[in-house]
């Protein structure tokens, strides 16, 4: 058994699409209803084990650090108020994990990012990978099945989802081995870069979240600018991996996500997540049949 226990959520981007609001607020801690994007990841990763966390971050992200720390002043004037619920929630925060911080110091892409938490942990071990840009449904179990896959066959493993034909064009898609269709793993052939519609190999895109180790590492030092950019991205180390021959697998999605790194994504999720709890669900249905209808 292979056994992953180290995770690097990757949080270093500026978050463009969301200005101006990202100016001061890291897109990462946009909440959806009561809760930061970034907390709803680190839970999940938490849930399949994941006992340290290294976030990779830049400047005016301390907002992340803030809110995974403990919070003395706060705690104490919900202890003088007797809001007892409201501190339970607030204090488990700081115990989930154990937190660590790098900052990316250049925006050089998203594998240099990652670069930048190469020291914080052993080569020799898998560590997982989130760029929280995009939420999967809890049902789904993401996290949990990647682990789950690479404890039993030590093979790194991407998570994936699916769009509608005419938005490849926006993502990274995924050529994978088509014999395996139905299979919830199948292997990964190649990746393609924002491809014409009519070029693509699949709609299946990668989310952003795997399992990596010491192959991915290794190629990812040695990966070259496919845009020609001069960014390094992860893709490029995958691409380096399946054109050498060296396996790598992906998860298909049970149920699609959600791209909070866009508007609607991110408004789709939070209308769901609302539709969702027991505690919003019939007041909030209501007023959406009633501007609906409107």
């Not at 004037?77 to 619920?85: I, N, Q, R, S």
């Not at 179990?141 to 064009?169: C, H, M, N, R, W």
């Not at 992906?250 to 609302?274: H, I, M, N, Q, W």
């Amino acid at each position: 058994m292979f056994k992953v226990k180290k995770a690097i959520f990757v949080v270093a981007g500026f978050g463009t699409r969301f200005l101006p609001i990202t100016k001061s607020v890291p897109k990462e801690m946009m909440p959806i209803i009561d809760k930061p994007i970034i907390q709803y990841l680190v839970e999940e990763a938490v849930q399949a084990g994941i006992e340290d966390i290294i976030f990779v971050t830049g400047r005016g992200k301390n907002a992340i650090e803030n809110h995974f720390d403990k919070s003395y002043e706060l705690e104490s004037t919900l202890v003088e108020k007797g809001k007892h619920d409201l501190l339970s929630n607030v204090e488990k925060i700081s115990k989930l994990a154990e937190f660590a911080y790098v900052r990316q110091p250049v925006q050089h892409g998203d594998g240099h990012a990652l670069l930048c938490a190469k020291s914080f942990i052993d080569l020799d071990e898998p560590v997982l990978v989130v760029f929280p840009d995009y939420i999967m449904p809890s049902s789904n179990q993401t996290l949990d099945k990647l682990i789950k896959f690479y404890g039993e066959f030590g093979k790194p493993v991407i998570a994936t989802d699916f769009v509608p034909q005419e938005k490849v064009s926006k993502y990274g898609i995924v050529d994978y081995d088509s014999s395996s269709e139905g299979k919830e793993i199948v292997k990964v052939n190649g990746f393609v870069e924002k491809p014409p519609i009519d070029q693509a190999p699949s709609n299946m895109i990668n989310n952003g979240y795997a399992v990596i180790d010491k192959t991915v590492w290794n190629h990812l030092e040695q990966a070259e600018s496919t845009a020609g950019d001069g960014e390094i991205r992860v893709a490029d180390a995958f691409v380096k991996m399946t054109n050498a021959g060296q396996e790598l697998y992906a998860l298909r999605a049970e149920k699609s996500g959600y791209d909070c790194g866009t508007p609607v994504g991110f408004l789709k999720a939070t209308v769901d997540f609302a539709l969702n709890r027991e505690d919003l669900k019939q007041e909030f249905t209501q007023f959406l049949e009633n501007r609906i209808c409107q």
